[in-house]
């Protein structure tokens, strides 16, 4: 159980350009998902936290109007790299918890790669 | 201070070594305690899940909190190459989510 679907798992891109990446929480509804960022051997960096039907909280330096997230339903939130530069390239991963004394439950990553 | 610490290793043992695995943590506010796991471009893999103090077994896995001295571990025994992975702490106040850096893991045939 506690299975979080993301997709595409790698997007290629051209500079200017928008990506949408997509996650989906597949046998549970998620009262809230993060998106998170991962450079090369380092840890996680919260990006922002999503609950349904509300807008989204981000992190102090993330700026909200490139990396638009949007928490449609229960089951799914997505994440928009609007603009994309190369300086976006990344590992970005979503996760999603089922309540509050729930755990963390992430989807398998999606790789950005901007040309 | 950060948060959470977590000796980012690498640590190598040989096959079939126990292998143990710490985080330690400055906020008495967190309530519950999490280990992952991350392989190469992979998201992170939930393996164990606590929030009392005590031990936690699941399999090859148990999970240790101490809360008073504020230390969690992960032991791993019988270890496999398969676990060759990062390993994540984790720890919440129920409100966010704080990770260590992770703990690189390679086990050895």
């Known amino acids: 159980g506690a299975v979080v679907s993301q997709h595409p798992s790698r997007v290629i891109c051209k500079s200017g350009t928008s990506v949408k990446i997509e996650c989906r929480s597949l046998?549970?509804?998620?009262?809230?998902m993060f998106w998170y960022r991962q450079f090369p051997k380092q840890s996680l960096m919260l990006m922002a936290t999503?609950?349904?039907?509300?807008?989204?909280?981000?992190e102090q330096g993330v700026e909200k109007d490139k990396f638009l997230i949007n928490h449609a339903s229960l089951t799914l939130s997505t994440l928009t790299v609007t603009s994309a530069h190369p300086e976006d390239s990344s590992f970005y991963i979503c996760?999603?918890?089922?309540?509050?004394?729930?755990?963390?439950?992430f989807g398998n990553g999606t790789r950005l790669t901007v040309t | 201070q950060k948060e959470v610490e977590q000796d980012p290793g690498p640590l190598s043992v040989p096959e079939g070594a126990i292998v143990s695995l710490n985080c330690t943590y400055s906020n008495s506010a967190f309530q519950y305690f999490m280990w992952y796991r991350q392989y190469s471009r992979k998201g992170p893999e939930l393996l164990m899940y606590?929030?009392?103090?005590g031990n936690k077994e699941d399999g090859r896995f148990t999970a240790q909190v101490d809360k008073s001295s504020k230390y969690i571990s992960l032991f791993i025994r019988d270890s496999q190459p398969s676990d060759s992975a990062t390993y994540l702490c984790a720890m919440s106040d129920f409100n966010k989510f704080y990770f260590g850096s992770g703990t690189k893991l390679n086990v050895k045939p």
């Open positions: 046998d549970f509804q998620a009262t809230t």
């Open positions: 996760s999603a918890r089922q309540g509050y004394n729930s755990p963390l439950h």
């Open positions: 606590t929030y009392s103090s």
């Open positions: 999503s609950n349904e039907g509300s807008k989204a909280t981000y």
